[in-house]
């Protein structure tokens, strides 16, 4: 084999395929499910001379038993939203596909584009996704994927309410949210210097929302929490098994948790209605 054949470990963690890795003449592959396959591309190759390091075979498979869990299939009935111009809808009859189970689903919730370049569907339709509780196989750097969910969880408790659900005297508020979830899509690589609102694939400086949101993002990166959540909204993401059509966030809205003031006033009503009713028992009956 040439001296250079220790290829650097290619990654694919496309929940339909499954993830693998190649090195060497081995390809490794951890299917759905679990399966594990390992294949020999040349076992004439394979003698001392090889210049194969089994390192790299448990490299490649810690590499793939740390990998994301693969994602269940939905499917939704697609209605399109004219939210401020923001390429958004709304699912609703959300289920389960055959073959896929999970937590409880929502019987709707919102969606909104976050990849760049594909199609938008243009009419009302039915469509299945894969289901991801974080970014990491939707954008252009997945290593960069836990800190993007972080950011897309960041933007859409500041921002979202007002920008695309409530609109604003502008007509393009809802377009410039979208153009910030482009940016962390295709731009971000997981450096505050990659979100800028003057340069890469996505850059709009004359759109005063999209250039504060993004300016924000990078100003204030050190201070977003690893792991951060919204408080208002459940935000997962979709990918269209059709490939043509763009990835969406998902935003279920939280149920609200009441507040420890609540709980008292309930259990004081309800005491107050045992008291009631004792006193009542111990009246003498006429």
């Known amino acids: 084999m040439p001296a250079d054949a220790n290829r650097e470990i290619v990654r694919d963690a496309h929940p339909s395929r499954g993830w693998s890795a190649e090195l060497d003449v081995l390809t490794v ?59 958004s809808a709304t699912l609703s009859n959300i289920q389960y596909a055959a073959g896929s189970t999970g937590d409880p689903l929502p019987s709707f919730s919102q969606v909104i584009c976050i990849d760049y370049g594909n199609g938008f569907p243009s009419s009302d339709t039915t469509r299945t996704y894969t289901l991801h509780t974080d970014a990491t196989g939707l954008i252009a750097h997945p290593d960069a994927g836990a800190r993007a969910t972080d950011l897309f969880n960041y933007v859409v408790d500041r921002y979202y309410d007002s920008a695309v659900v409530h609109g604003s005297t502008a007509d393009d508020t809802g377009f410039q949210f979208n153009k910030v979830l482009w940016e962390i899509a295709t731009d971000f690589n997981g450096s505050s210097d990659s979100l800028s609102a003057g340069s890469g694939w996505i850059y709009a400086d004359y759109l005063p929302l999209y250039d504060a ?39 279920t809205p939280v149920a609200a948790v009441p507040e420890p003031e609540t709980y008292a006033l309930l259990l004081g009503g309800l005491g107050l209605l045992g008291a009631v009713a004792r006193r009542r028992q111990a009246q003498p009956q006429g």
């Open 29 to 87: 592959r951890i299917l759905p499910r679990g399966a594990l396959f390992i294949s020999p591309d040349h076992l004439e190759d394979l003698d001392s001379s090889m210049n194969f390091q089994p390192a790299r075979l448990v490299a490649a498979l810690a590499l793939g038993l740390s990998a994301p869990a693969f994602a269940t299939t939905i499917e939704a009935t697609f209605t399109r939203n004219e939210h401020a111009g923001a390429y």
């Open 213 to 251: 949101i993004v300016n924000d993002l990078s100003t204030n990166f050190s201070t977003i929490a690893v792991g951060y959540r919204s408080s208002a909204y459940t935000v997962s993401f979709l990918d269209d098994q059709d490939g043509y059509y763009q990835s969406m966030m998902m935003l």
